[in-house]
């Protein structure tokens, strides 16, 4: 469990690191936090049995069905390149150092929450480091990426992944998670999130990003019963990786599975789709057995808009949507029961403020306010004007 001692730390390296902070002018009333020095004089020891009680729940209540105050809006990717503090960090830390550094990762978490009123914020993380848990060694290059030097290559290759101790080599996702919590002070929902199981693959045999996936998907059909126990293992891996962010205090998640694109319809039904039901209903399972509160489970597909109505069929909570769909098919094809987040391009974020402002007040008048959180139909990108983030955020909570 997080310590009393981790959260003093925290607070030494915040006021006398080198991370930057935005200047107080540059946070408005509604969005300021309590300074961690004053978190610690009113004696809130960052542990998970005390967390503050939660203010803005609508993102939660919009998941669950439930009438929202106003349509909640968080932003997939929103601690990231885009932000000036981010990139400051990065040139004194390595990416996934600032994953494994809890303070750090909360530092970045926080970031976008000092400039922008979103009603959810996202631990800082990756998808990648469940593959580094299993041993696999995942770097991530300027301009290039994340890169995996040693893929596997073959079935052989399976026996070098550690499954011991995984859980353990990740706590350091669990220690961000409850410190975050405490920063928070309740002010909005913390997501936690995961890579869905083939996507990791994919990234496990390609050796990184891919814009075909043509090695992952020749395992599918070379070695079909290597790439079951594959897919196999990084479930049970995301299974047990999902609840050890809910026991640290994660209010929502999120499955990843952004390359579902490269897979057919029939391919996503057959491989990708057992996986993800799998996931939900061992969640569902674990909560009771373990007396855990049920957290509301977000599914995200990109390119897999072909199947909204199966997706709506295994249980999760909310379907992410990207930005190729309309949003009246998209309720169409799921029904009356199942919340849509979504679906704004990207690319949208670069079009004149008056232009975009527009798109989302389309976008979100669309949806209506019932079962709907916004977003982005995919990750916010590097270059995207912080001025469009603050568009897109002031639009959504305008538009209904």
């Not at 299974?239 to 694109?261: K, N, P, T």
């Not at 169409?332 to 403020?353: F, S």
């Not at 008048?365 to 959180?373: A, S, V």
């Not at 270059?383 to 909570?397: G, K, N, R």
């Amino acid at each position: 469990m997080f310590s009393t001692l981790m959260f003093i730390t925290l607070v030494l390296f915040l006021c006398t690191s080198s991370v930057p902070h935005l200047v107080a002018e540059e946070v408005t009333p509604t969005q300021s936090i309590s300074t961690h020095t004053e978190l610690l004089q009113q004696g809130k020891v960052a542990t998970g049995d005390n967390f503050p009680p939660l203010k803005n729940d609508n993102v939660l209540r919009a998941a669950r069905g439930e009438p929202v105050d106003r349509v909640p809006v968080w932003v997939m990717r929103q601690a990231g390149r885009y932000l000036p503090e981010f990139q400051a960090v990065r040139a004194k830390h390595d990416f996934f150092e600032v994953c494994r550094t809890p303070e750090l990762a909360c530092e970045v978490t926080m970031q976008p929450l000092r400039r922008f009123d979103l009603d959810a914020s996202i631990i800082f993380s990756d998808i990648l480091v469940i593959p580094q848990a299993l041993g696999i060694t995942v770097e991530m290059k300027p301009g290039v990426g994340p890169v995996l030097p040693e893929p596997l290559v073959g079935p052989a290759d399976l026996e070098r992944l550690n499954q011991t101790g995984t859980m353990d080599r990740l706590k350091y996702v669990g220690d961000a998670i409850t410190m975050m919590r405490h920063m928070l002070e309740g002010r909005i929902p913390l997501y936690g999130f995961t890579g869905a199981p083939w996507t990791l693959m994919g990234y496990m045999v390609e050796g990184g990003g891919s814009k075909t996936m043509s090695k992952a998907k020749g395992w599918l059909a070379d070695h079909p019963e290597a790439s079951q126990k594959l897919l196999t293992i990084l479930t049970d891996q995301v299974i047990e990786y999902l609840l050890l962010q809910v026991r640290a205090g994660a209010q929502i998640l999120q499955v990843f599975e952004s390359s579902a694109e490269h897979l057919s319809k029939e391919q996503y039904l057959t491989v990708a789709l057992p996986c993800l039901k799998r996931i939900r209903d061992d969640l569902h399972r674990r909560f009771a057995e373990e007396g855990l509160t049920p957290v509301p489970l977000t599914l995200f597909s990109k390119g897999a808009m072909h199947s909204l109505p199966e997706q709506a069929a295994i249980g999760y909570d909310v379907i992410g949507l990207d930005w190729t769909i309309d949003p009246e098919e998209a309720r169409r094809l799921v029904g009356p029961n199942v919340t849509l987040q979504g679906n704004l391009d990207p690319q949208d974020m670069y079009k004149p403020k008056e232009e975009l402002r527009e798109l989302v007040l389309t976008m979100v008048r669309k949806f209506g306010k019932h079962r709907y959180i916004a977003n982005l139909g995919h990750g916010i990108t590097p270059q995207t004007p912080i001025e469009s983030m603050q568009v897109l955020v002031q639009a959504v909570h305008d538009a209904l």
